[in-house]
């Protein structure tokens, strides 16, 4: 049988994402025998001329060099993935795209102030993705599943209900009747509701399902009693990309970051 050959790669992120892959307790690297891994920064050099099947792609376009990195692999592998939250929506670096420049400036390195990078985006701004495991960090599980079913030449499907449907099927109390601002109902499922498990709400790191009703979410967290500021802040965290809605909120002008 011949392998796929899959590589890892990170442009701007945290590396987490990585980390994820790295940290799999259980049959992963049995898994990873029956690939050619042709690229994977934490354990073997990286070369950006290789060739793959499928390339999984950590972090966010915020240089110049990501760009250009993100277009080379593109063009040299069949399949891209954008693994985790920054690949995905932006996360929490795209929230420049969501604030003025005033905002942050004083937190800038004074060696950076002059580099003109581009504005942080997720990939799919740039290149085609053809599937998405998405979270911050995305789950150990769902890595494992997806890199067996290619190997096993099916085709992964993604989770498209919101959060709120798992959390129902571990009996949890809805935590927006205490509320807490919970984004479970316009947020992508698939991590078992695992922080409203241990009693924090969702803060939406799967991005918006494609239905996600803005308009009912944003009254809701009002009628808890939270302001516009607070609530663009949650909503842009990590769906803000994602969400033409977030934006016009964002950007209405009752409301100037
Ligand atoms: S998605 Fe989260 S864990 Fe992954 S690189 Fe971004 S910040 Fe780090
Ligand atoms: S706690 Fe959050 S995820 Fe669970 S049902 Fe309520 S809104 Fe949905
Ligand atoms: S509950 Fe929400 S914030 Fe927590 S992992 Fe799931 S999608 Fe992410």
């Given at each position: 049988?011949?392998?796929?050959?899959?590589?890892?790669?990170?442009?701007?992120?945290?590396?987490?994402?990585?980390?994820?892959?790295?940290?799999?307790?259980?049959?992963?690297?049995?898994?990873?025998?029956?690939?050619?891994?042709?690229?994977?920064?934490?354990?073997?050099?990286?070369?950006?001329?290789?060739?793959?099947?499928?390339?999984?792609?950590?972090?966010?376009?915020?240089?110049?060099?990501?760009?250009?990195?993100?277009?080379?692999?593109?063009?040299?592998?069949?399949?891209?993935?954008?693994?985790?939250?920054?690949?995905?929506?932006?996360?929490?670096?795209?929230?420049?795209?969501?604030?003025?420049?005033k905002?942050?400036?004083?937190?800038?390195?004074?060696?950076?102030?002059?580099?003109?990078?581009?504005?942080?985006?997720?990939i799919?701004s740039?290149?085609?993705?053809?599937?998405?495991?998405?979270?911050?960090?995305?789950?150990?599980?769902?890595?494992?599943?997806?890199?067996?079913?290619?190997?096993?030449?099916?085709?992964?499907?993604?989770?498209?209900?919101?959060?709120?449907?798992?959390?129902?099927?571990?009996?949890?109390?809805?935590?927006?009747?205490?509320?807490?601002p919970?984004?479970?109902?316009?947020?992508?499922?698939?991590?078992?509701?695992?922080?409203?498990?241990g009693?924090?709400?969702?803060?939406?790191?799967?991005?918006?399902?494609?239905?996600?009703?803005?308009?009912?979410?944003?009254?809701?967290?009002?009628?808890?009693?939270?302001?516009?500021?607070?609530?663009?802040?949650?909503?842009?965290?990590?769906?803000?990309?994602?969400?033409?809605?977030?934006?016009?909120?964002?950007?209405?002008?009752?409301?100037?970051?």
């Amino acid at each position: 049988m011949t392998k796929l050959k899959v590589g890892f790669y990170g442009i701007t992120g945290c590396a987490g994402c990585q980390l994820s892959v790295i940290f799999q307790e259980d049959d992963l690297l049995d898994l990873l025998e029956l690939v050619e891994i042709r690229a994977w920064p934490f354990i073997k050099d990286v070369n950006d001329d290789e060739t793959f099947d499928y390339v999984f792609m950590e972090g966010l376009v915020a240089t110049n060099e990501d760009k250009e990195r993100l277009l080379k692999i593109r063009k040299n592998t069949k399949i891209l993935i954008a693994l985790g939250a920054c690949a995905h929506t932006g996360c929490v670096p795209a929230y420049r795209h969501f604030t003025l420049q005033k905002n942050y400036a004083h937190l800038l390195y004074e060696k950076n102030k002059n580099i003109s990078d581009v504005q942080p985006s997720p990939i799919d701004s740039f290149v085609q993705v053809d599937y998405v495991i998405p979270g911050c960090p995305p789950s150990k599980q769902e890595i494992r599943t997806f890199l067996k079913t290619v190997v096993l030449g099916n085709i992964p499907k993604s989770y498209d209900n919101p959060v709120c449907t798992e959390c129902k099927l571990h009996n949890n109390g809805c935590l927006l009747e205490v509320k807490k601002p919970c984004l479970g109902p316009i947020t992508r499922g698939g991590c078992n509701a695992i922080c409203i498990n241990g009693g924090l709400e969702c803060w939406g790191c799967r991005g918006p399902t494609d239905d996600a009703n803005l308009p009912v979410m944003v009254t809701i967290l009002r009628k808890q009693g939270h302001g516009l500021k607070f609530i663009k802040d949650r909503l842009v965290t990590f769906a803000g990309t994602k969400m033409p809605a977030v934006r016009k909120l964002v950007y209405d002008k009752n409301n100037k970051a």
